[in-house]
């Protein structure tokens, strides 16, 4: 949370409040006399805004590209040696004993860091990048490297078993329903094996079988730019059915705990080191390395169902991880995925 931005909304909103109390002092809302137009004009006079609101659309997409964005710069900003560049340098040293001589942008699809720092000794060192825009002078040592940032592991569901679960359940009430299939012009659909495949299993970008292609097309022309998830203007919300329906079981539990933490321990295995941001590249910045964090160990797991389905699972020494199961590229669609943050 943003302490000093909810501060001064707070306030803000208290003025706004108290300046429309004494405007419309016994006024009744929605009459002629209080009217929608009637406290904009107070509030904005005669001004008229010469744009629309720009609204977000994926945020993990814009967190990703954003990251991107910014492990670039700093790479540049320590190859080039500006002066931000050398604090970054001189700071690693101190922290880590070490000298940087160059570094190289990594994050490919079976790279789980950010960062390849090669080392004036002939090390190298895989660095996880970890950044939020709300600027921090002063980052706190003591908590995790990634608090405030994106998941730190986002991958295909199909590594783990317990997703097929639920997309059996999905496929069982969504796919196989002859009235579903009518209503979007859609063939007889696959067996589901076939099914997972074409869709959910795609790891990135659209569907590749022809009925989810055929779905995501003929969806879309009746509800353009719309997923399966419902909301304003689309249809309706598909996962809630699966959702309700949706249930596991202690031994189900059991291997999901277990395939998260051979997951988990993986990834933070290809982490050295870790380099929380704060800020943005055009603007205030501040940074702080962090040692290498060592995996824990997990206890258990509660499932919490959300719009999507969340997992909350629990380490020996109280804090926990979240698991997140969705849709990655238009629910319904393709690229069904397990995040963890």
Not at 130 to 152: H, L, M, R, W
């Amino acid at each position: 949370m943003d302490i000093q931005f909810n501060t001064n909304v707070y306030h803000f909103t208290d003025e706004v409040i108290t300046s429309l109390l004494d405007k419309f002092k016994g006024k009744v809302v929605g009459s002629d006399d209080m009217t929608k137009e009637n406290v904009m004009n107070e509030l904005f006079g005669d001004f008229k805004p010469t744009g629309k609101l720009i609204k977000g659309g994926d945020g993990r997409k814009t967190a990703k590209k954003d990251e991107d964005i910014r492990v670039s710069w700093i790479c540049k900003q320590i190859n080039t040696g500006t002066e931000l560049g050398q604090e970054l340098k001189n700071a690693y040293k101190e922290k880590f004993g070490l000298e940087i001589l160059r570094v190289e942008k990594k994050g490919g699809n079976d790279e789980h860091y950010d960062i390849l720092i090669h080392n004036t000794n002939g090390t190298k060192v895989r660095c996880e990048e970890k950044g939020t825009k709300k600027y921090c002078q002063n980052i706190n040592g003591d908590t995790p490297a990634y608090e405030n940032s994106v998941q730190f592991y986002n991958g295909p569901a199909s590594k783990f078993t317990i997703p097929k679960k639920y997309l059996k359940l999905w496929y069982d009430i969504n796919v196989y329903n002859q009235d579903f299939n009518n209503k979007f012009s859609l063939k007889t659909p696959p067996l589901f094996e076939e099914w997972l495949i074409g869709g959910p299993d795609v790891v990135f970008g659209d569907p590749k079988s022809d009925y989810s292609k055929a779905l995501k097309i003929n969806y879309r022309n009746i509800y353009p730019g719309k997923s399966m998830c419902g909301g304003k203007g689309n249809d309706v919300d598909y996962r809630i059915k699966v959702n309700e329906l949706f249930e596991i079981t202690e031994d189900e539990k059991k291997i999901l705990i277990e395939e998260v933490q051979n997951q988990y321990d993986y990834v933070m295995g290809q982490k050295d080191v870790w380099l929380q941001t704060t800020g943005t590249i055009d603007g205030q910045f501040s940074f702080k390395w962090f040692d290498k964090i060592e995996p824990k160990k997990i206890i258990n797991v509660e499932m919490i169902k959300k719009k999507d389905i969340d997992f909350k699972f629990n380490f020996e020494d109280g804090s926990h991880i979240t698991g997140i199961m969705r849709w990655g590229n238009g629910c319904g669609f393709s690229c069904y995925r397990l995040d963890l943050k």
